[in-house]
């Protein structure tokens, strides 16, 4: 039997071949979710290098949120995340869940970054 950790690199796996098949050139937005915090980043990765992140280590998000580990940490990132996107000049790009289920933190985040401007 497989391990969890294997069973989520399978999953990741999966959903990265998916994206690559459909992205057209657009930059992916890649998500992480730890127990105590959650990362996303636009990576481009025909020249396979990170355009812009936000997490909630940073410390203007750290002290406006209660815990990183909730919905509303997550709604903060991806709103952040979004603004700084679209600073850089990208509106358009394809959403990377990275072998997590589309639900709670991870669903937050992307209605954030819809809701923020972002188009996926």
């Not at 209660?66 to 000049?89: F, H, M, Q, S, Y």
Request: charged share 30%; hydrophobic share 40%; aromatic share 4%.
């Amino acid at each position: 039997m497989s391990s969890t950790k294997e069973l989520l690199a399978r999953r990741k796996n999966r959903v990265r071949l998916q994206l690559r098949q459909r992205n057209d050139g657009k930059p992916r937005l890649s998500v992480f979710r730890s127990s105590k915090h959650i990362y996303a980043q636009v990576i481009d990765d025909a020249g396979g290098q990170t355009l812009v992140a936000a997490s909630t280590m940073e410390k203007s998000v750290r002290e406006s949120l209660k815990t990183g580990a909730d919905v509303a940490a997550a709604k903060e990132v991806g709103k952040l995340i979004a603004e700084r996107a679209t600073a850089a000049g990208i509106d358009k790009i394809v959403f990377d869940r990275g072998g997590y289920r589309y639900h709670g933190r991870v669903k937050a985040l992307a209605e954030a970054a819809r809701e923020a401007g972002l188009k996926f």
